[in-house]
């Protein structure tokens, strides 16, 4: 072998090596615009150095879950991203713009400890503050403007713990229904009115459908109440063509919560058992005929008709008795998982899902949140890492 020879091969050899050397540097170069745009997007504030390396290291070696897991630690994913996440579901104005509360506080801490999401509506569970913050009040929102105006980090069990409503409410835990019987949903949702507004908004939250999306005028309308004049104006065709495909759904749905009220007088939600509360007779002289609430006791009439599409559970009778085993009948739906994946694939990757790609990825997530024990962690951890192309 002469010189030239051996010196060309060398050169080839160290050039192989640089080239080597440079597409490791691009790849982990890479991976930490990666990891910071994934932390980014969950935790709304840029990591640390140290969180960065991290995250860095885990997607390159092709772990991006435990990345996302890292990101999903820091404060601001509890104060910031799931805050603005659920403060809309809150209110009637479904604004981000509202102070923390029971009803959101509640959501942010199951979704840090993974308690299953599907109890989100019928569960005895409360989140409050720990030692050295005032005690829960159903009166009042004190406690919760004190951990927001502290900037306290949610994401710490020692700031945000777990209780049950019944054990400060006052309410028997039968009574309870998860984030429905919380003191902000009732000031929201159960002051005056006829506590259709319950279920519009649960329905609009936590199955992303209003009324108009389930709108069915083939179902018999016998447990629409009196105050529903069926012949608004005088031209019943407006009742039959219109309201009808409203009521004959909510309203023996709604009728779970005959026995709920929020008092303005008291601050605070009213629990009458046995005894249906007023509002569900007013205007009663609209159409004498229509039905009467009695008890609490509700029926799921969507399970025939257009709405078998929201595909309920089989697992559950689709009739009963009060608040809490209404809630497991919307959250024991397909539907129920479904928007939630749908609600976190638009806040993490900032747009719906708008193709087929991203359909695909929605059924695949829901699929697997439904048999990991709907754990919402996993949802945003598996839409982040889609949209972020990982």
């Not at 435990?66 to 479904?94: C, E, G, H």
């Not at 923390?100 to 979704?111: E, H, K, P, Q, R």
């Not at 004190?142 to 980090?153: A, I, S, V």
């Not at 259709?196 to 209003?210: E, G, P, Q, S, V």
Request: glycine share 8%.
């Amino acid at each position: 072998m002469n010189y030239s020879q051996n010196g060309t091969r060398k050169l080839a050899s160290v050039m192989m090596l640089a080239a080597t050397l440079f597409a490791s540097s691009l790849a982990q170069a890479d991976a930490r615009t990666q990891a910071k745009r994934l932390h980014d997007r969950l935790a709304g504030v840029p990591p640390s150095a140290s969180t960065l390396d991290a995250m860095a290291a885990l997607i390159g070696s092709g772990d991006a879950v435990a990345a996302a897991n890292i990101a999903m630690q820091a404060p601001s994913f509890y104060s910031a991203t799931l805050k603005n996440f659920v403060t809309p579901w809150t209110n009637r104005d479904q604004t981000v713009f509202a102070p923390l509360n029971d009803y959101t506080a509640t959501v942010i801490g199951m979704i840090r400890d993974d308690v299953p999401f599907n109890t989100v509506l019928s569960g005895d569970v409360l989140y409050v503050g720990g030692a050295g913050l005032p005690a829960y009040s159903p009166a009042n929102n004190d406690l919760y403007q004190q951990l927001e105006d502290q900037d306290l980090n949610l994401g710490s069990p020692s700031v945000l713990v777990a209780t049950t409503q019944s054990s400060v409410t006052g309410l028997p835990a039968t009574a309870t229904a998860g984030v429905m019987t919380t003191r902000a949903a009732s000031q929201a949702f159960f002051i005056a009115g006829t506590n259709r507004a319950m279920f519009r908004f649960t329905l609009i939250n936590h199955l992303c459908k209003d009324m108009e999306q389930v709108h069915d005028t083939s179902l018999p309308p016998d447990r629409i109440r009196q105050d529903v004049s069926r012949s608004p104006g005088g031209d019943s065709r407006i009742f039959l063509n219109n309201c009808i495909g409203c009521h004959t759904g909510m309203d023996p749905m709604a009728q779970a919560f005959a026995y709920y009220n929020f008092d303005e007088t008291t601050g605070r939600l009213q629990y009458t058992a046995g005894q249906v509360q007023p509002k569900y007779g007013i205007n009663s002289d609209n159409f004498k005929p229509g039905y009467v609430t009695r008890d609490d006791g509700w029926t799921n009439y969507w399970r025939k008709g257009q709405n078998q599409l929201l595909k309920w559970s089989g697992a559950l009778p689709g009739s009963g008795n009060g608040a809490k085993s209404m809630g497991q009948e919307l959250a024991g739906s397909d539907q129920f998982a479904q928007c939630q994946v749908e609600k976190v694939f638009k806040a993490v990757c900032l747009r719906p899902p708008s193709n087929l790609a991203d359909r695909t990825r929605v059924e695949a997530i829901t699929a697997s949140f439904k048999a990991n024990g709907y754990r919402m962690k996993e949802v945003f951890a598996s839409a982040a890492i889609y949209c972020m192309g990982l």
